[in-house]
């Protein structure tokens, strides 16, 4: 697994519970994906100089401790799968201070064609890249 995020938690991120509201464990997550996909060659310039761009189809959760202001949070992530056009990733999200596993996301990551909104095959450079996030 790699490191992807990094941050703390916040009292505007707080529900009316008074723990961090899911919309901002997604935020962190989303913000460790921009990283992965940074890692694998999936850059802001790749996207911009091959009119591609990335689609979540499927996303899942799972929060085993909440978060209050003060906490210190990090997250890594790994590829779990590859597909000629799409992949599998993971996050986790950890509590800084203490180690525990705080929150988890798989999500299905489709590339696509910006120029017909369509799925298209990855680039092999890429593909080869995230399968050495697997081993």
């Known amino acids: 697994m790699i490191d ?9 991120q707080l529900d009316h519970m008074g723990h961090m509201n ?26 911009k100089e091959n009119d591609r761009a990335m ?13 209050f202001p003060g906490d210190v949070v990090h997250i890594k992530s790994k590829v779990l799968e590859v ?13 800084s201070e203490t180690g ?6 798989n999500t299905v990551a489709v590339h696509l064609d910006t120029t017909i909104r369509n799925p298209c095959p990855l680039p092999d450079a ?4 995230m399968k050495k996030l697997i081993e």
């Open 4 to 12: 992807t995020y990094r941050g703390a938690v916040y009292h505007n």
């Open 22 to 47: 899911v919309q901002y464990y997604t935020s962190m997550f989303d913000q460790a994906t921009w990283h992965l996909f940074n890692e694998v060659g999936l850059t802001p310039t790749y996207f």
């Open 55 to 67: 689609a979540a189809a499927e996303q899942t959760f799972k929060y085993k401790k909440e978060l």
């Open 83 to 95: 597909k000629n056009r799409a992949f599998l990733f993971l996050h986790t999200m950890y509590d």
């Open 100 to 105: 525990d596993e705080v929150a988890s996301t």
């Open 126 to 129: 890429i593909k080869v890249a």
